[in-house]
């Protein structure tokens, strides 16, 4: 493990991108910093500007007036970086699949690395995803990870 | 003096929705104001459209998150508008409970982004921490954290069990001793007192005439409230008081949603202690043609749904007004003339939302052009010249 990630994952900062969601997704998000779930534990801190982040959580279906800007935000962000899809929107546009302003999921425009399924996740699904992916990739096998299961 | 223009957004951390405001500052002075919308458009209207009258309800859920009971609970009132129905006393009840526990957690949620607005992160911890309690309660009485799907045309989904009730009570209960410090803190603080008195007013005869809604216009002396001025559900069976002040300033909102939070607690708890027997739900056979509204005073203000039925199961128009639709532009009376520090706090005192808000939506290919009201009356009237022509008028 290179020397960057090493620091990534020993506090990994994180931006949130909300892509049209409906704000719930957001909320939890936000939850998990407050005390009760506290996700600072894990060294987890909310970023301002995408600029200091290392760890970009999506939500929501991606709008066709959002998709160019996801694309630049994705650009500004340091590599090397995570990309997590939270919630059943950024995963598969949900219950919107038929809007005629959601045309692909998030994994069509970015390159995600971990998903977090659930209208909306609760805190504890969202901070086990987050475990999840430092885990895999302290293992070396975040790359691997979709071809085995 | 020179003028600069201060980009925020869409993607900022003020807020965790996109939205994109250009502020227009002279020194430190704001002299003008543009807000774009648009990133969180995703046709629900249309959505709704092609689902039956059951599904469109939790479509409609789907709008915000944080209203995840206003919407259906409008949505429900104008399906049952056009069929001229009355669902059962104890069906009343339990989607007056359930909208009350919403608009405590929803005004805890504001209170905790406003502290965390004006850089005062304690008052945003203890805020969310209580709120949290008001989610175990919504979690014991509809199954889920945020979007309850308890809301159905004719009643609602889920019964409350009777064994539940001490329990939510007792949870209830232990908030208020919290919820009575959060309040002192919140109103005998001197910072927040500087923060906020006197910031960003919006007179009576503003709110007025920018048909503000809600607290915003509740914080300027406009009594308005759909609970009291127009009762459905339990509400004319309740006491309780309509919170209302005359100052219109930043502080006088956060005021007022904190003591609404009381009132809350209070048709919450005797909602839950004299939960009338019966069924929860009536049969609905089938919908008649016809057209029907529904209003619910959401935590921000009045919602207002509109369906139109031709006779099959689904709706062939679900029209939807959120709150934040009128109290955005109250932006253009708040903002201007304040310093841009006080900014970020007078943006987010309205508690806009807009997942709510993002209705309609037009442009080009590249994003570029939105047409206008008249545009899209042209565009309906040349619709409809071609129609007639195609079918030979
Ligand atoms: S997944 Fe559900 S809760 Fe999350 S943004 Fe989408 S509709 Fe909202």
């Known amino acids: 493990m290179s020397l960057k990630l090493t620091a990534l994952l020993k ?11 409906c704000n719930n997704c957001d909320i939890e998000i936000i939850d998990c910093l407050t005390p009760r779930f506290d996700i600072e534990r894990f060294g987890m801190l909310l970023a301002g500007s995408i600029k200091h982040a290392d760890v970009l959580l999506v939500t929501g279906s991606a709008n066709r007036k959002c998709i160019p800007r996801i694309k630049r935000v994705y650009e500004q962000m340091p590599k090397p970086c995570f990309v997590v899809a939270i919630g059943e929107c950024a995963l598969s546009r949900g219950m919107f699949i038929h809007s005629y302003n959601c045309p692909v999921p998030i994994d069509h425009i970015l390159p995600v690395d971990a998903y977090i399924p ?28 979709k071809n085995e299961k | 003096m020179a003028k600069t223009i201060v980009p925020i957004g869409p993607y900022h951390p003020l807020q965790e929705e996109p939205e994109f405001f250009k502020l227009t500052v002279e020194g430190e002075r704001v002299v003008a104001i543009d807000v774009h919308v648009g990133y969180n458009h995703r046709g629900i209207e249309k959505i709704s459209e092609m689902k039956t009258f059951d599904q469109s309800v939790y479509t409609v859920e789907r709008i915000c998150g944080i209203c995840s009971t206003s919407h259906p609970f409008a949505c429900v009132q104008a399906v049952e508008d056009i069929i001229l129905m009355e669902v059962p006393d104890r069906a009343k009840y339990i989607r007056t409970i359930i909208a009350e526990g919403e608009r405590i957690h929803s005004h805890l949620l504001w209170l905790g982004l406003a502290g965390h607005f004006l850089g005062y992160n304690t008052v945003f911890m203890w805020a969310w921490k209580l709120r949290e309690e008001i989610l175990d309660v919504m979690e014991i009485l509809s199954g889920n954290r945020n979007n309850y799907a308890m809301f159905t045309p004719g009643g609602v989904r889920r019964d409350i069990k009777a064994e539940d009730i001490p329990v939510v009570l007792k949870k209830v209960d232990s908030i208020l001793p919290t919820l009575d410090m959060l309040k002192k803190a919140v109103m005998d603080d001197p910072v927040l007192h500087a923060r906020t008195k006197g910031v960003g007013i919006l007179t009576r005869d503003e709110a007025i005439s920018f048909s503000a809604l809600g607290p915003t216009a509740r914080a300027s002396g406009v009594a308005k409230d759909v609970r009291k001025d127009a009762p459905y559900a339990a509400y004319d069976q309740v006491d309780w008081k309509m919170i209302v002040t ?33 069924e929860i739900k009536e049969r609905i056979k ?18 207002f749904h509109y369906v139109r039925s031709d006779g099959t199961n689904r709706p062939v128009r679900h029209k939807i007004r959120a709150p934040t639709y ?41 994003g570029k052009k939105l047409f206008n009201g008249e545009d899209l009356v042209r565009l309906s009237q040349e619709k409809t010249m071609q129609l007639k022509k195609k079918m030979g008028f």
Not at chain 2, 248 to 272: H, P, Q
Not at chain 2, 333 to 344: K, L, M, P, V
């Open chain 1, 11 to 21: 506090s990994p900062w994180v931006f949130h991108l909300s892509t049209g969601s």
């Open chain 1, 118 to 145: 659930g209208c909306p996740p609760k805190p504890e699904a969202i901070i086990a995803g987050a475990v999840k992916l430092i885990e895999k990739v302290k293992n070396g096998t975040a790359k691997k990870a």
């Open chain 2, 246 to 278: 005359q100052n219109g300033d930043v502080f006088d909102k956060l005021a007022i949603r904190v003591l609404e939070t009381f009132e809350s607690v209070k048709i919450m708890k005797y909602c839950l202690t004299h939960l009338p027997g019966g």
């Open chain 2, 286 to 303: 089938n919908i008649p043609p016809g057209e029907g509204i529904g209003t619910h005073e959401a935590p921000r203000g009045e919602v």
């Open chain 2, 326 to 366: 009128m109290n955005l532009p109250t932006y253009k009376a708040t903002i201007i003339g304040e310093t841009i520090s006080d900014a970020t706090i007078i943006l987010a005192a309205i508690d806009p939302c807009y997942c709510c808000t993002e209705r309609l939506a037009v442009r080009d290919m590249k």
